[in-house]
């Protein structure tokens, strides 16, 4: 049996038959009846199958049959079993496991908003060779109703105070304008981010007008096309400003201007998937980690820790994952300090390198919305008075978009996110107003609040590895500014986790030893 | 695309194609209700299941990206050696367009694509106009274009590849610009046109027949009011306007039977 069996197997060959049918006599047995192959091509060489015999007791077993008699049962049992070895066909487990993330991944990316799935398209991009790295996204929530991402202004500039934020800002600002060159989907439409190159328009009173001239300096050497205006040059540019109490003015001239974040998050998801990146939609629980003591160069005892797991949790459910990992990226943008304890970053006694927490909290801004038909018109830049209140335009409409960071007295509560309308009456409305005469009337259209992910330290981004739990990297922090940095972090990151050192541009500044330190990279123009 | 034309293959077997289609798939979907046609949704089918169709499409794909930048080089050694007026004006004669230096004829390329060097000897004589119409300029082109100092008249209709990151680069031309025609341009929408109130010298401006500005009859006005000493050449106010009001005059103006 066997042997005639073989002979078969070998005499036709798997693919030596041509498609269609195959009405051949087969002698493997009574199995098979005058039937012969219907439809299938392949002829079963493994000799179980002649051992079935046509027992009606055996016929509720085989699943999906229609009753018309064991041969169809076997037939479709067959078909399954050759769909399910050759490639292309679907694996069909005893449940469905889909929601599930792998079990293994070199690369776990907590956080899906624009810096994570940054991270994830660069680390795709720049792996040697393709396909090299097993990238998970793991984030909470799929409608990003709370992402900073999406509730975000748009704004994109590069009158920053320090370097490496200006850096930042250019390649990604390189990068929006090739989107469709980075992020091309064979077969999918191009997108349109809707960038406005309409420039931001610093203001600084008497107080601030020496700064801002350094900071200018500095913005010119790195490449950014900034200029500085006199009160008069600005009246004479837009006559709806009221330059009472401004000293000096910085003017970005080009690429500068506000765009789309959902188009960049959505053509970044996209394209990432493309590149076979893949998500979970759930909750990192736990980080199942193992320590090891070495002795530092001057003797003191060190603990290094090392993750090995993740746990995630699925959305809705107490089913939970562990996920085994090489690599844990914290992109959790404004529950970053949360992942951080779960990894036991800042465990310890305080003041040593052990106890330093990740200073990253949750901030809640509002955004406001108002229509003023007498306003500023198509030319209006993002403008920033010396007081902190900015605004821009939106739309062919004039309608605005605007707000202000509240001082650190009048932090509101960032356990929801309700707007408070008073903040806009007393707050944001009167320096305004005061700086462009036509919003003394206007009507508040809608108004919605979004988190900062607000580094308390300095107010800059937290970049690179923790120096003690060795495989984590941190990618969060930015305070504002994470949206118009994300790709320019997000290769940044990449370089650091596939050649061990930035490439491009060097955020070592940027590094998480500086808050044990003491070393504050300080960002002055923070909006 | 060569691969149109092959014969259906036979590797796929039918019951295959019901798979999982993926996200990927569903934004297709949606996206190309018009272009229905067999060789594309081909290629488009054997993309998704074979890596090495989609590696090939991207390639060709990146090959067509590749030729607009090497059309947009910038020409440094004729830039070094006969000032930058003949090297922008080598630039767009290459491109196929038309140049006119100041006090002298239009020179334009034939249709080979051929033209007469003669300029290279106008020393330091300015370009005046420049008519690069249809042409495959780009941002990094403009490279070119932004070192003619003494610009008076910028024709950039039916361009393809010009948006609205390159009209924010346009303000160093601010101190000579007069005339400029945007007519056509499928990729200029409002946002970009917001950034030429930098050219306050402008005189013309031609914004008619932009499909990707939303409201062509309101960005007028507002474009008006921006550049208030330009004569703006665009799209009626009435256009973005229900027909509601013209219908009813209509009637009005018919006579009753008595």
Known sequence: MLRRALQLGLGRGLLGRRLGTHRGGSTLGKVEGSGGYRGSWVAPVSSYVTFRTRDPAHDGKTVGRLGEGDQNGK?????????????GGAWNPPYDTSYLPPEHSDVVIVGGGVIGLSVAYWLKRLEKPRGAIRVLVVERDHTYSQASTALSVGGIRQQFSVPENI???????????????YLAVVDDPPLDIQFNPSGYLLLASEKGAAVMESNVKVQRQEGAKVCLMSPEQLRNKFPWINTEGVALASYGMEYEGWFDPWCLLQGLRRKVQSMGVLFCHGEVTRFVSSSSHTETTSGEEVTLKRIHEVHVKIDRSLEYQPVECALVINAAGAWSGQIAELAGVGKGPPGTLQGTKLPVERRKRYVYLWHCPQGPGLETPFVVDASGAYFRREGLGNNYLGGCSPTEEEEPDPGNLEVDHDFFQDKVWPPLAQRVPAFETLKVRSAWAGYYDYNTFDQNGVVG???????????????????????AVGRAVAEMVLDGHFQTINLNPFHFSRFYLGEKVQEHNII | MGLGKTKPLHLVMPVWNRGTRGIRGLSRAVALEGSQKKGRSLLQFLADRFYDVQALREYLLQKQVLKVHQKNRPFTYIKERFGPHAAGAYFILKQG?????????WIRSDAHGHFSLDFLKFQAVPVEAVNASGCAINYQGLDSLLALKELRSLWLQRCPHVDDWCLGRLHPLANSLQELSLAGCPRISERGLASLHHLQNLRRLDISDLHAVSNPGLTRILVEEMLPSCQVLGADWAQGLPSGPDEQSQDKASPIPA
């Open chain 1, 75 to 87: 037939m479709s049992e067959i078909k399954k079993k050759i769909q399910s070895v050759l490639p």
């Open chain 1, 167 to 181: 850096q930042l800002s250019l390649f990604s600002v390189e990068f929006l304008r090739n989107i469709n060159e």
């Open chain 2, 97 to 105: 367009g038309a140049v006119k230096f100041q006090g002298k004829e």
């Open chain 1, 465 to 487: 590895p923790h120096p003690l739990v060795v495989n984590m990297y941190f990618a969060t922090g930015f305070s504002g500014h994470g949206l118009q940095q994300a790709p």
